[in-house]
């Protein structure tokens, strides 16, 4: 399973990627637009800051299919063949998914709402469908059961496909997708970071090492024990 950070501030980009094993990065119109700047120098820093092989994802804006096709291309030219074109699934941008796909370009169909757009979406030749978890919750949509139901369609019917969950709000919602086998999810870093955080954990380590303390007389570590004179 794969885990990439939806954001686009560098700063929180390189501390996520300074602790957790990402496999880079998803932005948006939105996402770009909090930061404030140029969004093609931002999306050049962050390309510029992913190890090799991560990958970015990149949302098209225009709203017709020749458009789209045109702006796919613009980006990667600019960011490299290997980005992830993010195609919104309205009627237009189900025309460009397979022109898109046979220029060589890797598609990611968002936008996603319902199972049967994430279908249609995979047999239109999309790389990975982008369920928006939350946001269907906000409409009274089981945004984790939408996203499941779409993994195990892709597997049933054997599609090229993964599913990459977007939209969370909480890490429990990634947690059941993560117990539901999909391929890979996107979260903010605060979101990330309950994933592996836990205030259990500090106390339990904090007891231990202040057991180690009054053992050896003060806070030394192995390190200071074996190259003691």
Same mark, same amino acid.
């Given at each position: 399973m794969l885990i990439l950070i939806d954001d686009a501030d560098v700063a929180a980009i390189a501390d996520v990627l300074s602790y957790l094993p990402a496999d880079g990065v998803t932005t948006n119109p939105?996402? &770009?637009?909090? /930061?404030?700047?140029?969004?093609? !120098?931002?999306?050049?820093e962050i390309r510029e800051l992913l190890p090799a092989r991560?990958?970015? @994802?990149v949302q098209l804006v225009s709203t017709t299919t020749d458009d789209m096709i045109a702006e796919a291309k613009a980006l990667c030219a600019e960011l490299g063949n290997d980005l992830y074109v993010k195609i919104p699934v309205t009627r237009e941008?189900?025309?460009? +998914?397979? $022109? /898109? %796909? !046979? &220029?060589?370009f890797r598609v990611t169909a968002t936008g996603i709402h319902?199972?049967?757009?994430?279908?249609?979406?995979?047999?239109a030749g999309a790389k990975y +469908?982008?369920?928006? /978890?939350? $946001?269907? *919750?906000?409409?009274?949509?089981?945004? /984790? $059961?939408?996203?499941? !139901?779409i993994h195990k369609m892709?597997? %049933? @019917?054997?599609? !090229?496909?993964?599913?990459?969950?977007?939209?969370?709000?909480?890490?429990?919602?990634? &947690?059941?997708?993560v117990r539901a086998g999909i391929g890979a999810i996107t979260a903010h870093p605060d979101v990330l970071a309950h994933l592996v955080g836990n205030p259990?954990? *500090?106390?339990? +380590?904090?007891?231990?090492n202040d057991d180690f303390a009054a053992l050896v007389g003060g806070r030394y570590t192995w390190t200071d024990l074996l190259t003691r004179e």
């Open positions: 939105t996402i &770009l637009s909090r /930061v404030g700047k140029n969004p093609v !120098d931002v999306l050049c991560a990958q970015l @994802h941008g189900y025309a460009a +998914i397979p $022109r /898109v %796909t !046979d &220029l060589g319902s199972s049967m757009q994430g279908f249609m979406a995979a047999k +469908i982008a369920p928006y /978890v939350n $946001r269907m *919750d906000n409409y009274g949509i089981d945004g /984790v $059961r939408v996203a499941a !139901d892709l597997r %049933t @019917h054997e599609l !090229d496909s993964d599913v990459l969950a977007a939209s969370f709000k909480n890490s429990e919602q990634v &947690l059941e997708l259990a954990t *500090d106390a339990a +380590i904090a007891d231990q």
